[in-house]
């Protein structure tokens, strides 16, 4: 509601004098240290969470590099080694006409942590100064990103399953490359940033913008 053009206050739970544990949910009167069902710390905030955010992002993406750089598989066959980067595998398997799954790899291992990098960096900033961003959409956003982080992992369980499976001999076999570990680093690290993001900072970031009356 609103009266004369000026929007109806909010009352959060942190103006009301009230904090949730995080562990348990339990509602406590702001200023007790710990939780009295769990004995979990309380915080009404995370604590440290842009820095975490920032520290784990930048972490990300140093990994993500190498991960683009070094091959991610490398197939013996007899006395030849053939070794593909992300890309390179992506273009072998459209050559070979696997388009559906070429798709799938360049998605899953390009264009969604590309995407998680971006987005994660911009919801930190927008906490941090003024954003044209919606608060709602920012909050969306943050929730697309957790659900999407346990599909990031595809290429890394396509690289352990051929391994397990490609297994001759001398005839042939599958093994990871440098590229495998260092994917799946990023992956953690940026699933680790997105967990630090606290989203309530947006709303906190918003009720600080809007003006007194």
Same mark, same amino acid.
């Given at each position: ?49 842009? @820095? ?9 993406? %140093? ?13 013996? @066959? ?15 398997? +459209? ?9 799938? +790899? ?37 929730? %697309?990103?957790?659900? %999407? ?62 003006? @007194?009356?």
């Amino acid at each position: 509601m609103s009266v004369a053009g000026h929007a109806t206050p909010v009352l959060t739970a942190r103006a009301a004098g009230l904090i949730a544990c995080h562990r348990c949910a339990l509602v406590h009167e702001a200023g007790r240290e710990r939780c009295t069902r769990c004995h979990a710390h309380l915080h009404s905030r995370k604590p440290l969470s842009l @820095q975490r955010v920032w520290a784990w992002w930048i972490a990300g993406i %140093i990994a993500f590099i190498p991960a683009n750089l070094y091959p991610m598989l490398a197939t013996r @066959q007899l006395a030849t080694v053939h070794e593909d980067t992300i890309l390179g595998g992506v273009v072998t398997l +459209i050559d070979s006409g696997a388009v559906g799954i070429a798709l799938i +790899i360049f998605v899953a291992s390009i264009v969604v942590p590309l995407s998680k990098f971006a987005v994660i960096g911009l919801l930190a900033i927008s906490v941090a100064r003024p954003s044209r961003l919606d608060r709602h959409a920012r909050i969306r956003l943050h929730e %697309i990103i957790e659900f %999407i982080g346990r599909w990031s992992m595809v290429d890394v369980f396509v690289v352990a399953l051929l391994t397990a499976l490609v297994q001759l001999g001398a005839a042939a076999s599958v093994t990871p490359g440098p590229a495998a570990a260092c994917f799946a680093l990023s992956v953690a690290f940026t699933m680790l940033s997105a967990q630090s993001f606290d989203p309530r900072m947006i709303w906190d970031a918003e009720l600080k913008q809007e003006p @007194q009356t």
